[in-house]
């Protein structure tokens, strides 16, 4: 371990500013019957051609993610699109997080200059019933856990024997979330809700309720990111990319307290000096949400909040809705709806560029993304209007 630690150490900030978003679109959530996964992935792409102004001609990459059913390949969304890119590739797990810094590094290679990153689904409307082994066949699957909603309340459970988090403090995560859904007319869930109104609903999954776990959606995201003399180009509101880091955890059971994730720590200790940003100078906050849990925990170990002290945190008005720092200003996927974190990132460069409308938040300069691929992968990026 201290030698995978020491070669942890040496990866640097060599992304810094070299790309940028310039454009990003989605396509209306929720259930969308008639249309498959790749035309919607296509239709995202064309929404945000449209609503840019940038032209088809421009794009030389593409990069997709397989959804739902084994769609979302390259070679056939290439085709659909009408494009002939001089480099793309499918990753069998984007939430965009890692399908960005594939951009990235593929911009930074040379391989391309202005790539597209696209994702459809239509899961919500073709039946997801969630009934295989949840990304791989392992020993949690045999007692039912095909749904990350099982080893979410299993990880719950050790951070409460920890820490003495209540439910009451979690239930802090989903409410300061829906309060932003309730400005966002892409969300799926919009009525407020309370503290109370979380406690009095039922168990899903005990200790978890409905609102600690999202709502799978049929919908569609893209974003445009080109490199740095390419974006001045195409757009006049550039949002650069000023550091990524990742880290997995593949060894699953065989990490020591694995359902808390530790190695989350290490892409923590990487992104800020790999973006040349510390952590008090983020301005807005995005971690992906399929599940309350992983918020808490990302809160937890990129050091925005204390261990244990989540609750606390929301109450004082240190982070959430009406908070010093906006945490998943869109509702995230606990209320907005699923697209593996896609929509977090939309969201993100619309606030950095002033582009959010009723939910917009002035002042915003520098946000974070933070994701994980359930137990095996984790990932960040620093976003900044200002470029380095």
């Known amino acids: 371990m201290a030698a995978a630690l020491a070669g942890s150490a040496r990866l640097g900030g060599a992304i810094r500013g070299r790309t940028a978003v310039v454009a990003v679109g989605n396509s209306e959530q929720g259930t969308i019957p008639g249309i498959s996964s790749d035309e919607l992935a296509v239709e995202g792409l064309r929404i945000t051609l449209a609503e840019s102004g940038i032209d088809k001609a421009e794009i030389d990459g593409l990069i997709t993610c397989k959804s739902y059913g084994g769609f979302g390949i390259d070679t056939e969304i290439g085709r659909l699109a009408g494009l002939n890119p001089a480099y793309s590739a499918t990753l069998d797990y984007g939430t965009c997080n890692f399908s960005l810094h594939l951009a990235c590094a593929v911009i930074d290679a040379g391989l391309a200059s202005v790539v597209a990153i696209v994702y459809g689904t239509n899961q919500r409307s073709a039946g997801n019933k969630f009934s295989h082994p949840l990304g791989r066949q392992d020993e949690a699957s045999v007692y039912g856990f095909l749904n990350v909603a099982g080893p979410a309340a299993m990880a719950f459970r050790r951070h409460q024997m920890l820490y003495g988090t209540t439910e009451a403090d979690l239930a802090e995560i989903s409410v300061s979330q829906r309060r932003y859904a309730v400005d966002n007319p892409l969300a799926i869930f919009r009525d407020p809700m309370t503290v109370d109104d979380y406690l009095a609903a039922p168990y899903l999954v005990a200790p978890l309720r409905r609102a600690d776990l999202c709502m799978i959606s049929d919908g569609a995201a893209c974003m445009i990111v080109a490199r740095a003399d390419r974006a001045a180009e195409l757009t006049e509101k550039p949002v650069h990319v000023m550091g990524i880091a990742q880290q997995t955890g593949?060894?699953?059971?065989?990490?020591?307290?694995?359902?808390?994730?530790?190695?989350?720590?290490?892409?923590?200790?990487?992104?800020?000096?790999?973006?040349?940003?510390?952590?008090?100078?983020?301005?807005?906050?995005?971690?992906?949400?399929?599940?309350?849990?992983?918020?808490?925990?990302?809160?937890?170990?990129?050091?925005?909040?204390?261990?244990?002290?989540?609750?606390?945190?929301?109450?004082?008005?240190?982070?959430?809705?009406?908070?010093?720092?906006?945490?998943?200003?869109?509702?995230?996927?606990?209320?907005?709806?699923?697209?593996?974190?896609?929509?977090?990132?939309?969201?993100?460069?619309?606030?950095?560029?002033?582009?959010?409308?009723?939910r917009q938040i002035d002042g915003l300069t520098t946000a974070q993304y933070c994701s994980t691929f359930g137990f095996m992968k984790a990932a960040s990026t620093i976003l900044s209007t200002e470029a380095p």
């Open 250 to 358: 593949l060894r699953d059971r065989q990490n020591a307290d694995q359902w808390m994730r530790p190695w989350i720590q290490q892409v923590a200790e990487r992104i800020y000096p790999a973006a040349g940003i510390d952590r008090d100078g983020i301005d807005a906050l995005y971690i992906q949400d399929p599940t309350s849990i992983w918020v808490l925990q990302m809160l937890e170990y990129y050091g925005f909040v204390d261990p244990g002290g989540v609750g606390e945190a929301f109450r004082s008005g240190a982070i959430g809705h009406g908070g010093r720092l906006p945490l998943n200003t869109n509702g995230g996927q606990l209320s907005e709806a699923y697209m593996w974190g896609f929509l977090h990132l939309c969201e993100a460069v619309r606030q950095l560029r002033g582009d959010a409308g009723e």
